[in-house]
């Protein structure tokens, strides 16, 4: 199978006339190597429906196709998306059949667009969006089983960190809400066309059930956002407003078990879900 290696990428971008640009993180890979690690980290069987956003050129999608029953390319930009069925067609005729290109915003995408029940994600993602993306397709697409993506160095080990540690966040509860996620290994830049200025990792990620808990996803979100807006904050204090004053987040952080004069970092997802759950019943609606 042919891949796109440096040549073949700089002579599709310009006689696409091409110029990457940093607002849709357009950075290829130049590198077959790469795109074999990928695929093969991802674990993809036979069996599975890839869905991959942002094929840009279709260095990663060349890859893929020979593992997989079928890939669904989702693209934002209209060049890129009209063009890789043509790039398919003439490097691996015999795949041709296996991919189909939906032109769309991935934030806006739903299974009704896919035509297809994707059960794994393999994308290099546009840095600029990958935690929004990977957290719509988690929640937007139920047949998503696991997933393997390249992201900036820094957001992978925020997707991925524990609590305790300093860079657990927003990205690392939200993410833990749906999934397992685990660093991939390290990505250097010289693999990209144009380099980025930053060094890139893989994340991996495998679904499991969300936390259990009578409170919806949104109210454990809201949780969530508002322990770490004010992250040094001790979370009496931080969630004064999300609960009305301060005695009522106190009320429903000691009715969830929670100390509350712990910080939002030391918390795990299910910790959250406790807490929006004992809003509800600690901080009954004034009439
Ligand atoms: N997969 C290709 C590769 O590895 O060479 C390109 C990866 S490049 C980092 C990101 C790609 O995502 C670009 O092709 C860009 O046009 C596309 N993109 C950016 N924002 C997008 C969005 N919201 N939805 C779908 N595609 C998007």
Partial sequence: ??????????????KLNIRPTKKLGQNFVIDGGTVRRIVRVAGVTPEDVAIEIGPGLGSLTLALLPEVAKVVAVEIDPVLAGQLP??????????????????????????????ADPTVLVANLPYNVSVPVVLHL?????????????????????????????IYGVPSVKAAWYADVRRAGP???????????????????????????????EEVFEVVDAAFAQRRKTLRAALASWAGTAAAA??????????????GEQLGVEDFARIAEHRLTSCPPSA
């Fill in 250 to 263: 106190e009320a429903a952080l000691v009715a969830a078990e929670v100390d509350p004069s712990a910080r």
């Fill in 1 to 14: 199978m042919s891949l796109l290696g440096p040549v073949e990428v700089r002579a599709l971008a310009e």
């Fill in 187 to 217: 990505v250097g830049r010289n693999v990209f066309w144009p380099a980025p200025n930053v060094d890139s990792g893989l994340v991996s990620f495998v679904r499991r059930d969300p936390p259990k808990t009578s409170a919806p996803r």
């Fill in 138 to 166: 988690l929640e937007a697409l139920p047949s998503l089983r696991r997933g393997l993506v390249m992201v900036q160095a820094e957001v992978a080990d925020r997707l991925a960190a524990r609590p305790g540690s300093k």
């Fill in 86 to 115: 043509f790039t398919v067609a003439t490097m691996a005729p015999e795949l041709a059949d296996r991919l189909t290109v939906v032109h769309a915003d991935a934030l806006r995408i739903g299974p009704a667009d896919l035509h």
